[in-house]
């Protein structure tokens, strides 16, 4: 299967089947978390939690066996880093018939910090299922897909400009493709790209439903997402460089891919 398409076809699973993770398949994702790296340099960890032995769950799970929680030093563009390092872990569970699902706030966070080992100087703001799913949902997971329209997505022109945020991008490619695609907290889809040559800028548009006062950005993690979908296909280097683009109060600016 194509790159672009395990992105459009690849779903939050929230019913799985109850069966325990192969060791194969185990020992797959084992080996691959050591190719996870993300291009702003910061470790993002993969700590695998047995429900049973931890005493895990989330009201919206059901059938799950394990989670897998991630935790990243408290440090600039660590949000980033860790939706770019897990998307891309994600998208080869789904490759091998994996589900997982982005949970962040649907647990109770205590515990699961506790499970991980969470340290002082580290945040650990996403935790998901793993597991095999199943072939009927749950009554909630069928609830939750409708409030969500998890299979909605914004147009094109929402999304993307050429040279500021007057002029809809009119071709668009399978990297900006990838990027529509991309899974966010309650499928807000909070990027924005302008195009500049052969650099595309990206940015986040601030949802005011968040708390502000949370320790991190959720909506970064987003970002880093989909900074890995159009990465993977573009082959473009990410690079910090604000190029001062007039924009909204709401609309902040995060990276720059160069292709």
């Not at 192969?22 to 702003?40: G, M, W």
């Not at 935790?127 to 299979?151: A, E, F, M």
């Not at 993307?160 to 499928?187: C, G, M, Q, Y």
Request: hydrophobic share 35%.
């Amino acid at each position: 299967m194509e790159f672009l398409d395990i992105i459009k076809t690849r779903k939050s699973v929230r019913t799985f089947d109850g069966r325990q993770l192969s060791d194969n398949d185990k020992t797959k994702l084992t080996v691959f978390i050591e190719n996870t790296a993300n291009p702003y340099g910061i470790p993002v960890d993969f700590v695998f939690l047995d429900k049973k032995e931890h005493r895990l769950s989330s009201p919206v799970i059901s059938g799950e066996t394990e989670y897998v929680a991630l935790k990243v030093p408290k440090t600039p563009h660590c949000e980033e880093a860790l939706g770019f390092s897990f998307e891309k872990f994600v998208l080869y569970a789904w490759s091998l018939g994996i589900g997982t699902t982005w949970i962040g706030g649907t647990m109770n966070r205590k515990l699961f910090e506790k499970a991980a080992d969470t340290k002082e100087y580290e945040i650990m703001p996403i935790v998901s299922p793993l597991g095999y799913p199943s072939k009927t949902l749950s009554w909630i997971d069928k609830q939750l897909r409708k409030h969500v329209h998890g299979n909605d997505r914004l147009s094109a022109d929402v999304l993307f400009f050429e040279n500021d945020f007057s002029t809809p991008l009119k071709n668009i490619s399978d990297s900006l493709e990838a990027v529509r695609f991309a899974p966010s907290a309650v499928n807000n889809q909070p990027w924005r790209v302008v195009k500049d040559g052969s650099r595309y800028h990206f940015y986040e548009k601030h949802m005011k439903s968040y708390n502000p006062n949370s320790p991190w950005d959720i909506q970064k993690i987003d970002m880093g997402i989909a900074l890995y979908h159009f990465i993977a296909i573009s082959g473009g280097n990410l690079e910090i460089s604000d190029p001062c683009v007039k924009t909204d109060s709401d609309i902040e600016y995060i990276a720059t891919v160069n292709v």
